[in-house]
């Protein structure tokens, strides 16, 4: 339970909100969860209408087969800057290839892109931290867990988030916490290295291979288990810009292709605790 009403300035709802969608009163986030948005595709907002849950076909041991029911995930994302991995996950939630829900954005940067995009789509968006000067009336990290709760956010993915994930975050959301990092971790992750500095830091090292790297997220910076990763070719005339966007573009497949397998539940603990991906074509094989 919040333990405080959250006032406008913590919880914006879109500035130019989709066509007849009414606009819950600024109250705690349960009101929200009624709020069914739309995304405006075109000028006449189009209800999308989401089936709470899906079907897979499971094998048996015995080899019959069985359906499972799966329920939809919701989903927060957490950005500070223009948000291009949070945009390919929701047209990935929308075009139906991601069998979840972004329900909330989160971001220390009120006015970054990706929180513009959040708000032109009907997405809530939440300051955390708020800046410093401001801070007085921020939400504590407890606050926090609780929003997510109130939202029912199954799993928080982190997308170009600048800040220290609270410890109280990474406790209350165990194994539910995604990052994606630009580099081939456990190289060139850590304290200080985000951004444009990671692609100048491989570029120096004279690495011939970097790429995103998905992981989960514990206390520390980048040292969460890896979960996904794919490699992109070092060329050796490369600027940072150039790698970084070669980079980006893997970023954007291997971070959908990762969240559709964590809402299809795909994602299973090998025995020494390294996290694996269960093929969606092939059950019996993990990557
Ligand atoms: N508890 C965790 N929090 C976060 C993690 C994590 O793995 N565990 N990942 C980061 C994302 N990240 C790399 O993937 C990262 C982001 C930022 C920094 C960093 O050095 N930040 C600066 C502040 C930058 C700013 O405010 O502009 C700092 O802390 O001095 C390193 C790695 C997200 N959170
Ligand atoms: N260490 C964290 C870090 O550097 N994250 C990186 O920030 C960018 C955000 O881009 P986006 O806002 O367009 O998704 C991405 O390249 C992401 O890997």
């Known amino acids: 339970m919040v333990s405080r009403v959250l006032f406008s300035s913590q919880l914006t709802f879109p500035a130019k ?3 007849e969608t009414p606009i819950a009163p600024l109250t705690p986030p349960r009101n929200v969860l ?3 948005f739309r995304s405006s595709v075109d000028r006449f907002a189009m209800r999308i209408v989401k089936t709470a849950s899906f079907t897979r076909t499971v094998a048996k ?14 989903l927060a994302v957490f950005v500070s800057g223009g948000g291009s991995n949070f ?3 929701h047209e990935g939630c929308i075009g139906g290839s991601v069998q979840g829900d972004l329900v909330l954005l989160v971001t220390n940067k009120k006015d970054c892109g990706g929180a513009e995009y959040a708000r032109s789509n009907g997405i809530p968006v939440l300051v955390f931290p708020k800046p410093k000067r401001e801070s007085s ?18 799993f928080v993915l982190l ?12 406790k209350a959301f165990p194994k539910r916490i995604l990052n994606i990092h630009p580099a081939l971790l456990p190289a060139f992750g850590g304290k200080g290295l985000y951004g444009m500095r990671v692609h100048k830091a491989v570029l120096a090292s004279g690495a011939r291979y970097s790429g995103p790297t998905i992981h989960f997220v514990d206390e520390e910076y980048d040292t969460g288990r890896i979960l996904a990763q794919s490699a992109v070719r070092v ?13 980006l573009h893997e970023e ?11 809402c299809e539940e795909r994602i299973k603990w090998r025995e020494d605790g390294v996290p694996l991906i269960q093929s969606k074509d092939n059950p019996d094989d993990y990557y």
């Open 17 to 19: 909100p989709p066509r």
């Open 34 to 36: 009624s709020f069914s």
């Open 61 to 74: 041991v015995d080899g019959s087969r069985d359906e499972e029911a799966i329920s939809r995930k919701k």
């Open 87 to 89: 945009k390919k996950i």
């Open 137 to 154: 009336d921020g939400l504590s990290p407890t606050e926090l867990v609780d929003v997510l709760r109130e939202y029912g956010v199954d």
């Open 159 to 170: 997308a170009g988030y600048l800040k220290l994930i609270p410890a109280e975050l990474v």
């Open 235 to 247: 060329v050796a005339n490369d600027t940072p810009e150039e790698l970084a966007k070669r980079v």
């Open 252 to 262: 954007h497949k291997l971070y959908v292709e990762v969240v559709a397998a964590i």
